[in-house]
């Protein structure tokens, strides 16, 4: 008898790994026009769900037809491909993509319990079709193309979640009442020794009538999902609880209606049991169901965010349409109060606007003509006309929940070692179940079947890879939810785990840590001239100008509400400045050439002069009259919170690093301001990546935060690149997180995102694993030898149940996640003023006590001595001038031939050579 036994739980394990791992049938793909289709049936599985003969660079369309309704497949994720869609119950729906490279690609459903594998190979033939063409499916599969769920469809798993609520709270209390009398009855009369219970409610039949629709009603989802998994080859949560379950209610009805065919002491019954269990699994279902919707807050929030009409301006009309009618080109109009519709460019009125939906930026934002304007957004309380510039898919709020969508169908690689484990955790459960039941037959107390049966019962049911497949997607689809609601776009999940071991951040300098648009930063009249005219006078003259410079002190008056002087014969002096007339005095506004030509001593305002560029700053020398009236300084101002973003990181643990091409006495200057030590400068766009590659090479984990053209090597060289959403699109394409706003504040939100999130997977993880490692084993019987304590199969349900949900429940802790404060911005330079410059030690005469961080140049090496074109102010390295010129005993350098054949002209118009420090033209 016992080698009967063990041969046959042999057998059975065998058995079980043929089945579960031994060839399957593959769904081979078929070339239609181009495209390769192929057919997947989705009911209680994957069918096929190994996706054979895939060929690299042509387009693939998977006809997903689910036949089934239910939380668990009712999306499909594809994270290798961007993919996470939406599948409608009982309709076909077409996910599309081009896999570009070979390999083997898991896609899964949304709970991450449902799997299958698309197997690429090849490449591209000559009959392969343009990718992604537009198609008309003539069977009317639903379109879902790479990452897109449309909203009508988000619309639709609301709907269905809605009513699979609806139906397990009527299983719910159908099996709760039914239940609670036998439940009452057997614990009443087993565990207490009752004897007011009548001998009626004991009656076998009567329990099995009240618990069959329990079984059958009740306990049809978990059933039909987990036989249906079973035919598939696979198994699940479900699989599991509906083998014990069933083993369970068979031989009760055996005892039931054949008791003779067993001896009297394996006369028992386990109604109770199963009624419970069922009741149990699917409470937890129903409480898991409602938290997971939870956790989807965060696109739910943003679709609603759209306004569904629009007021436009057509053919002299205004009309109210639809906002999917709204075409680029339009004028949309919009009053006090509403929602702008489309993204646009403002071309009439002002008012501020509500931009904190998609910026996470609580101020408002005064906008007006000439500003581009953000759908979804709420205006204030002026009037807007504008401009549509983009339309439909390609709106900000449109691309953010793509991104979004994205990111929460994406992969973090630290579930990669739960896939692993999911993958064989169900079929290892089943065998342990078989080896328990075998050794409960061979060395257990009598009567053993009993002892068996309820131990391989127990151990069927307490396993939970639902736990497991639920720790990392649960809170990365919250973490990336609330990262969007506060303005930061994470385009992976990779990226969100990588984020939080960051121990370097490189900033770029302009338009990153500086606005990007040079600013009037100083006003300094000499000789008792009071500022205000002094500054109202100059605007004047430079508000015939179009120079940068010009249009940064012509704001500045304005933004002091002063009134200009009106200005005569106005003339600009190519290289030198401007000259005009202001109440019959000549002014002149430019360097110190300009008016050491016009006979103005300019000795008085030398040291302010100075001191402006030992700032990093543009300085302009005024005349007026013939006397030096003072000196105006212009620079790249900081973006607010600038300083304190760079002190929150530090306290982080993180080295903050700037990088730019300006010279190292602007970037020392920005670098004090806001407190950073280590800086790199006069680095060509081309060499960027290259320095973030060399921090690489020092073992350090580098993030990169930039916003222009020249920043995308290094942001896609980064570990984790976070481009400015205020930058070029080409920089928002090559990073890994998008900083809508604008603000440096975000990155400190991403970082602490990022650490919030891994620590709430790691419990996660830690608490499945550990929930399975000693659960099984208890459910399996190992303390009984020791401690006489076996698992009674209704405790082993309730803690299934719970351990699922408290896996949803810890992650929608981080749906409290709120950005901490940023630390003030006056802790910023506190170190000793040390500057490194090629590898030398000096102290920075200007930093007047305040920090000056170490300076190093891109490669270590010296950087070459820069002179200035006396044609167009640029500075140029001598060694590849186009051309020079020699002249009254001084050596001219010109960065092109032009600049060289204008200096030829009138050569002494230019003075000695001397190397100026503004760049006027």
């Given at each position: 008898m016992q080698w009967l036994v063990v041969v046959g739980a042999i057998a059975l394990t065998v058995g079980l790994g043929w089945f579960f791992f031994g060839p399957r049938r593959t769904g081979r793909v078929e070339l239609v026009d181009g495209v390769q289709v192929v057919q997947v049936t989705v009911d209680g599985g994957?069918?096929?769900?190994?996706?054979?003969?895939?060929?690299?660079?042509?387009?693939?369309?998977?006809?997903?037809?689910?036949?089934?309704?239910?939380?668990?497949?009712?999306?499909?994720?594809?994270?290798?491909?961007?993919?996470?869609?939406?599948?409608?119950?009982?309709?076909?729906?077409?996910?599309?993509?081009?896999?570009?490279?070979?390999?083997?690609?898991?896609?899964?459903?949304?709970?991450?319990?449902?799997?299958?594998?698309?197997?690429?190979?090849?490449?591209?033939?000559?009959?392969?079709?343009?990718?992604?063409?537009?198609?008309?499916?003539?069977?009317?599969?639903?379109?879902?193309?790479?990452?897109?769920?449309?909203?009508?469809?988000?619309?639709?798993?609301?709907?269905?979640?809605?009513?699979?609520?609806?139906?397990?709270?009527?299983?719910?209390?159908?099996?709760?009442?039914?239940?609670?009398?036998?439940?009452?009855?057997?614990?009443?009369?087993?565990?207490?020794?009752?004897?007011?219970?009548?001998?009626?409610?004991?009656?076998?039949?009567?329990?099995?009538?009240?618990?069959?629709?329990?079984?059958?009603?009740?306990?049809?989802?978990?059933?039909?999902?987990?036989?249906?998994?079973?035919?598939?080859?696979?198994a699940d949560m479900n699989s599991l609880i509906t083998l014990g379950t069933s083993a369970a209610f068979a031989y009760s009805l055996v005892v039931t209606a054949l008791p003779w065919l067993l001896p009297d002491a394996l006369r028992h019954v386990?109604?109770?049991?199963?009624?419970?269990?069922?009741?149990?699994?699917?409470?937890?279902?129903?409480?898991?169901?409602?938290?997971?919707?939870?956790?989807?807050?965060?696109?739910?929030?943003?679709?609603?965010?759209?306004?569904?009409?629009?007021?436009?301006?057509?053919?002299?009309?205004?009309?109210?349409?639809?906002?999917?009618?709204?075409?680029?080109?339009?004028?949309?109009?919009?009053?006090?109060?509403?929602?702008?519709?489309?993204?646009?460019?403002?071309?009439?009125?002002?008012?501020?606007?509500?931009?904190?939906?998609?910026?996470?930026?609580?101020?408002?934002?005064?906008?007006?003509?000439?500003?581009?304007?953000?759908?979804?957004?709420?205006?204030?309380?002026?009037?807007?006309?504008?401009?549509?510039?983009?339309?439909?898919?390609?709106?900000?709020?449109?691309?953010?929940?793509?991104?979004?969508?994205?990111?929460?169908?994406?992969?973090?690689?630290?579930?990669?070692?739960?896939?692993?484990?999911?993958?064989?955790?169900?079929?290892?459960?089943?065998?342990?179940?078989?080896?328990?039941?075998?050794?409960?037959?061979?060395?257990?107390?009598?009567?053993?079947?009993?002892?068996?049966?309820?131990?391989?019962?127990?151990?069927?049911?307490?396993?939970?890879?639902?736990?497991?497949?639920?720790?990392?997607?649960?809170?990365?689809?919250?973490?990336?939810?609330?990262?969007?609601?506060?303005?930061?776009?994470?385009?992976?999940?990779?990226?969100?785990?990588?984020?939080?071991?960051?121990?370097a951040i490189i900033l770029d300098k302009t338009g990153t840590i500086t606005r990007g648009v040079p600013a009037l930063?100083?006003?300094?009249?000499?000789?008792?001239?009071?500022?205000?005219?002094?500054?109202?006078?100059?605007?004047?003259?430079?508000?015939?100008?179009?120079?940068?410079?010009?249009?940064?002190?012509?704001?500045?008056?304005?933004?002091?509400?002063?009134?200009?002087?009106?200005?005569?014969?106005?003339?600009?002096?190519?290289?030198?400045?401007?000259?005009?007339?202001?109440?019959?005095?000549?002014?002149?506004?430019?360097?110190?050439?300009?008016?050491?030509?016009?006979?103005?001593?300019?000795?008085?305002?030398?040291?302010?002069?100075?001191?402006?560029?030992?700032?990093?700053?543009?300085?302009?020398?005024?005349?007026?009259?013939?006397?030096?009236?003072?000196?105006?300084?212009?620079?790249?101002?900081l973006k607010d919170g600038s300083a304190a973003a760079v002190a929150a990181l530090t306290d982080r643990g993180i080295e903050v690093i700037m990088m730019t091409g300006d010279n190292r006495a602007t970037a020392a200057a920005i670098a004090a301001q806001v407190g950073i030590r280590r800086v790199v400068a006069e680095v060509l766009p081309e060499h960027k990546a290259a320095e973030v590659r060399r921090l690489q090479a020092e073992g350090k984990i580098v993030g990169m935060v930039g916003d222009g053209i020249n920043d995308a090597p290094a942001l896609a060289q980064a570990d984790v690149g976070s481009a400015i959403g205020t930058g070029t699109d080409v920089a928002i394409e090559s990073s890994d997180i998008t900083l809508i706003s604008g603000a440096l504040s975000g990155i400190v939100t991403a970082v602490d995102l990022s650490r919030a999130t891994m620590r709430n997977i790691k419990q996660n993880l830690a608490f499945a694993f550990l929930y399975n490692t000693l659960g099984i084993p208890i459910a399996a019987g190992v303390l009984y030898p020791a401690f006489g304590i076996t698992l009674s199969p209704i405790i082993a349900a309730g803690a299934m149940a719970l351990s699922s949900l408290s896996v949803v429940i810890n992650a929608n802790r981080l749906r409290r996640f709120a950005p901490h404060p940023l630390p003030d911005a006056d802790r910023a330079a506190t170190a000793p003023p040390v500057v490194e410059i090629g590898g030398s030690t000096q102290s920075d005469h200007h930093s007047q006590g305040k920090e000056t961080p170490m300076i190093s140049l891109f490669g270590k090496k010296p950087a070459p001595t820069r002179v200035v074109d006396p044609i167009c102010g640029m500075k140029i390295d001598p060694a590849t001038a186009a051309a020079t010129r020699e002249h009254d005993g001084a050596t001219f350098h010109f960065c092109s031939k032009g600049c060289a054949a204008t200096f030829d002209v009138d050569p002494h118009r230019y003075g000695h050579g001397e190397s100026r420090l503004d760049h006027r033209h």
């Open positions: 994957y069918n096929p769900d190994v996706i054979d003969g895939v060929r690299a660079g042509v387009p693939l369309r998977i006809l997903f037809d689910r036949r089934e309704s239910g939380e668990c497949t009712s999306r499909v994720v594809m994270p290798d491909f961007k993919v996470n869609a939406a599948l409608p119950a009982f309709k076909t729906t077409a996910v599309e993509f081009v896999p570009a490279v070979a390999g083997e690609y898991r896609f899964a459903c949304g709970m991450n319990m449902v799997s299958g594998v698309i197997r690429v190979n090849g490449s591209a033939s000559a009959e392969a079709g343009p990718p992604l063409p537009a198609l008309a499916d003539a069977s009317g599969a639903a379109q879902a193309g790479v990452g897109g769920t449309p909203p009508a469809a988000a619309d639709g798993e609301e709907v269905e979640r809605a009513a699979e609520i609806r139906d397990l709270t009527r299983r719910l209390v159908v099996g709760a009442v039914l239940s609670a009398p036998v439940l009452v009855t057997v614990m009443a009369a087993e565990l207490f020794r009752a004897t007011w219970v009548p001998e009626f409610w004991m009656n076998p039949w009567l329990q099995l009538a009240l618990v069959a629709p329990v079984m059958f009603y009740t306990g049809w989802p978990i059933h039909r999902t987990g036989w249906k998994a079973l035919t598939h080859r696979t386990y109604y109770e049991a199963v009624g419970v269990i069922l009741t149990l699994i699917l409470l937890g279902r129903l409480l898991e169901t409602k938290a997971k919707a939870g956790t989807g807050e965060a696109i739910r929030a943003l679709i609603g965010l759209q306004p569904r009409t629009a007021r436009i301006e057509r053919d002299g009309n205004e009309l109210e349409i639809g906002v999917d009618d709204v075409r680029v080109g339009d004028i949309v109009v919009i009053r006090p109060g509403e929602k702008l519709p489309v993204d646009g460019e403002i071309v009439g009125g002002s008012s501020s606007v509500d931009e904190s939906m998609v910026t996470g930026e609580s101020m408002p934002v005064t906008k007006k003509v000439g500003d581009a304007v953000i759908g979804a957004t709420i205006n204030g309380t002026g009037a807007l006309r504008y401009r549509a510039k983009k339309v439909g898919a390609d709106t900000m709020l449109a691309q953010i929940i793509k991104l979004v969508r994205e990111a929460q169908g994406s992969k973090a690689p630290i579930q990669r070692l739960a896939d692993r484990v999911s993958g064989y955790f169900v079929p290892a459960v089943i065998v342990i179940a078989v080896w328990t039941f075998a050794a409960w037959t061979l060395f257990g107390p009598p009567p053993v079947f009993i002892f068996a049966l309820v131990a391989a019962v127990s151990v069927l049911i307490i396993a939970c890879p639902c736990a497991l497949g639920l720790a990392t997607p649960m809170s990365i689809t919250v973490g990336t939810g609330k990262g969007a609601a506060y303005g930061i776009l994470i385009r992976s999940a990779e990226a969100l785990e990588t984020a939080h071991k960051l121990d930063t100083d006003v300094m009249p000499t000789g008792g001239i009071d500022e205000g005219p002094f500054l109202a006078t100059v605007a004047a003259v430079e508000r015939a100008s179009e120079h940068p410079l010009a249009t940064a002190i012509v704001t500045g008056a304005s933004q002091r509400g002063l009134t200009l002087p009106s200005v005569a014969a106005f003339d600009s002096v190519t290289g030198q400045g401007v000259r005009a007339t202001v109440d019959g005095h000549v002014v002149l506004v430019g360097n110190r050439r300009l008016l050491e030509a016009n006979g103005v001593d300019v000795a008085p305002l030398l040291a302010a002069h100075d001191w402006l560029a030992g700032q990093g700053k543009t300085p302009m020398l005024v005349a007026i009259g013939d006397r030096p009236a003072g000196v105006l300084g212009v620079a790249d101002t």
